[in-house]
Each structure stands twice: as C-alpha cells, then as structure tokens.
C-alpha cells in the first residue's frame, strides 16, 4: 500500500470534526479517497481531486456524505453574515435551503438532506470524467446522511 492506491470508494463529506469518513464508515489505511470541506461543498478545486480518483485511482465509486445537525448548512438556513470566504461558503448551500423552505420536519435537516442530493446530482452531469462515467454505467454517485445520534449512514434516493 505505500506504494499504490486502490480506494473503492470517493466520499466527499463535510470538515466537521465529528464526521471523519474513515471512522464513520469503519475502513482503513487505503480504503477511501477522501474530500472534505465545510457542507462537503464542491468547488472547482475539490472536483479536480474527485475526478483525479476516477480518473486515475480507478475509484467509481462517490459517496456525497451530508450529515446530521451541520454547522455549514445550519449557518445557511439561519442568514448568516460572516466575514472573509465564509459567505462564498455558505452561498454554495443556499439552493438547498431555498429548496426546501417550508418544507414540514426540522429546516435544518431538510436543507442537508437536499444539499447532499442536489451535489450528488450535480456531480453527475459534471465535467468529461464523472458525466460519461455515470451514463456508461461505469461510475455511481450516491447520496448519504449520517446520524450523529445513532452513529448509522442511511442513503438518499
Ligand atoms: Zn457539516
């Protein structure tokens, strides 16, 4: 393994300390490829590293990992002005709190509930590697949440 890499999977999940992909999904050294921001938002940047794993690793793979009580989306859903690159953060997140708004059950959930699918399906028309990938059949990409209360990842249809 120190030598080459063959992750089965790409998890694109949130920098939320309590949310490290490798633990939550109990695997090891060389198991996932992994990209983390806040709200598990994808920029440019972070999508040229998921599409370096398709693209290279041979990973087909991407699991959009949102969970439970985010502070990103929680800052979204709530308006908040903060300063520096913040906003540009928070503003990536705001589809998702305006597709839900209203919506009955808790504003916070809805919102990361959406905001993990509505990546995920982004992420699957998007760019020359994962677009073809996904209309071969060849690459998946997945919508998950993950339950801080009860430590289980469910997947979003
Ligand atoms: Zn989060």
């Known amino acids: 393994m120190a030598k080459d890499q063959k992750p089965f999977a790409v998890v694109v999940g949130c920098s939320d300390s309590r949310v490290p992909p490798e633990l939550v999904f109990d695997v090891s050294l060389g198991d996932i490829f992994v990209e983390r921001t806040a709200g598990e938002v994808v920029d440019a940047v972070a ?84 677009a073809p990938g996904v209309q071969s059949g060849e690459v998946k990409v997945v919508a998950a949440y993950y339950s801080l209360d009860t430590g289980q990842v469910e997947l979003l249809k």
């Open 47 to 130: 999508l040229g590293s998921i599409e370096y794993a398709v693209e290279h690793l041979g990973t087909h793979l991407i699991v959009v990992l949102g969970h439970q009580r985010c502070g990103a989306v929680s800052a979204a859903v709530s308006g908040a002005k903060d300063t520096g690159d913040i906003p540009d953060l928070l503003k990536a997140i705001l589809p998702a709190v305006a597709e839900t708004k209203g919506q009955s059950g808790d504003p916070i959930d809805n919102a990361v509930r959406a905001n993990a699918r509505d990546i995920a399906t982004r992420l699957q028309s998007t760019g020359p590697i994962i």
